[in-house]
């Protein structure tokens, strides 16, 4: 859905954007004991999302104006 939107958007080029041609395949992540943990965000894993979970949304967007 959020590819969907950027493309509408005419901003699927840095959407999920690293620079250098590389592209996150996530985009958001699980927050409790560490910043930055499981579960992941992406069409690419099989993450189980229950109530109470705490998401950070961490959508890459990069480019140059």
Known sequence: MAIKKAKELHAEKPFLNFGGGRKSKMIGHGVGLEVNEPPTLSNYYDSQ????????LDMKIWAIF
């Open 49 to 56: 999302i229950s109530d109470g979970f705490v998401f950070a």
